[in-house]
Structures are given as C-alpha cells and as structure tokens.
C-alpha cells in the first residue's frame, strides 16, 4: 500500500467555521465512500480472480475494521497539515515559494514532489526492519481486493503523515495543491488495489504515468523479488528512476498475501493490531528486503 496521503488528511482553513469543518469532514467521507462503490462494481462486472467460498465477508469485514481505523487516525491527525501549509506560506518557505512558480507549475512540481515522498515512505517500509513489521499488516492480505487500501496499521499510518509533512514542507505546497493530490491519491489507492482484470494494452499506456492495478498486483506477491519491486503510489516514474520496476506479474503464478500469516489468529483484527510486536511469530519465511538483511546479520 501504500502511502495513499488519504483524503482525510485535507487541510481546512483555519477561519473555517466548525460547521463548514463537519460538512468539510462529510464530504471527505463521502468521497471515499463513492470511489469506493464505483471500483466494488467494476470488482464485480471485471473480476481477476475468484474468491474462497465464504472468505469474503470475514476478509472484508477485517479490512473494514482496520479502514476505521485508519480514518479515525487520519482525522485525528488532519490538523497537522493546514498547520505545515500555513508555516511554509508565511515563511515562503519550499521550492514553489523560492522558484516563485506560477498555479499550472505549483501543481505539476506540488504532485510531482508529494508522491517521491510517498514513494519514499513505502521504500523505507520494506528497508527498515522494525518499520516493515508494521507495514506487513497491509501485505499479509491473501486476497487483495478495494478494502485492502486501507488496511494498514497505525503505527504505519503515523509513518506516512511524517513523510507526507515533509514534502508539503520540501515543496511549500499550497492549500489547493494539497487537495488535487489527495484527491488522486486517494482514488487511486483504491484502484490500484482493485481485484479487477485489466486490459493488458489499456495496461501499458496508462501505466507510463500512473499506477495501475496489475502495476500494483506485482508488488503484493509473496514471492521475491517482487514484494520489493513497484512502490510508487500514483506516478510510475518514480519506480523507473529508483530501478524498482517491474512489468508483471504473471497473474497464473501470482499469489498474495506472506508465508507464515494465513492462520486465523494472525488474520484477526487483534491479531494484526498486535502483529508487530510479537516476535514470538517469527519472519514469513518469504520477506521483503529488510527481513533479509535480518538473516544476514544473524
């Protein structure tokens, strides 16, 4: 997953009224809720892949619990960004404030600048061993479908807002700069995770500029190289130039989620909460790059 830079996180001007912040907050909610809805119905009219029988409602009813979650968290955090993009307007503090950019190139280096953050943050996810073992709640999904955009852990979350402060910070992101990329941003994380057969031509051209679902696909495989292979979040520009690009995955082949977490007590909603601080469960005995290193230095 993801960083998504969920829509949650949009910035509210502090004159706001606190009505015009709770109606602020509802669209939001709709919003998600309306991507959501469309991207289930394309899930059923184009499916990829069938579901177990009977798994999907434990497995969406899982994935929902942690998308609360992660909305609460979101909400509770959203203040931090208004406050980042106020500091770096008064300060005319970031690139597009030194450059002294006009509207169309504050939006072009504003998403531009946010998603190599993005980017970043999921890099570091799967190089830094004690962040991946937050960030495993999200790939021990077997069945990767639209409620699995949100699944992530709080501490994963935190991770993400950190990066995502940063790059309004590095960019001196305004305010409507903000909103047009979490808006992408966060339709596309629930495309990108989407359990639906694309075409492989329509594939290839829209994937020259951002992430598509089979893009996606290849980086949820429990097999390496693959789980660290296309971290990029809506541009995939950033995994050409980090060489972290792959063209798969080979869908016949393809199987998600990591060894060592399909048992019901892992797939829990306690489970995954408390899943990165058991050790008492081992490493997947297939894992990104960080979880290598660990076996190396062992």
């Known amino acids: 997953m993801m960083d998504i830079g969920t829509i949650l996180a949009l910035p509210v001007a502090a004159s706001d009224a606190f009505s015009a912040g709770l109606s602020s907050v509802g669209f939001r909610l709709g919003f998600l809720a309306l991507t959501f809805g469309v991207v289930l119905l394309f899930e059923a009219a184009f499916p990829l892949f069938g579901y177990a029988k009977g798994n999907w409602s434990g497995h969406a009813i899982r994935n929902f619990t942690l998308t609360v979650i992660f909305l609460l968290m979101n909400l509770l955090l959203s203040p931090i960004s208004p406050l980042a993009v106020r500091m770096t307007a008064q300060a005319q503090f970031g690139l597009s404030y030194w450059l002294g950019l006009g ?3 504050q939006l072009v280096v504003g998403i531009a600048g946010l998603d190599l953050f993005a980017y970043f943050a999921h890099l570091t996810m799967h190089k830094i061993a004690w962040m991946w073992n ?32 940063a790059g309004v910070f590095a960019f001196g992101t305004p305010i409507w700069v903000l909103l047009v990329y979490l808006t992408l941003s966060a339709f596309n994380g629930q495309l990108e995770h989407a359990n639906i057969r694309l075409p492989a031509r329509l594939d290839r051209w829209l994937r020259l500029i951002f992430v598509t679902p089979n893009m996606h696909k290849v980086h949820h495989s429990r097999h390496l190289p693959e789980t ?46 408390k899943m990165p601080y058991l050790k008492s469960w081992g490493q997947p005995t297939t894992a990104p790059e960080a979880e290598n290193a660990d076996r190396r230095a062992a």
């Open 134 to 165: 937050f960030h495993r709640v999200h790939h021990a999904d077997s069945e990767v479908d639209v409620t699995t955009a949100f699944r992530e852990h709080p501490g994963e979350t935190l991770w993400r807002v950190g990066w995502h402060i």
């Open 103 to 105: 509207p169309a190139w």
């Open 228 to 273: 660290d292979m296309n971290y990029a979040n809506l541009l995939s520009i950033w995994d050409r130039l980090g060489r972290s690009y792959s063209h798969g995955p080979r869908f016949a082949e393809l199987h998600y989620g990591l060894d060592g977490f399909d048992d019901p007590e892992k797939q829990s909603v306690s489970g995954l909460l």
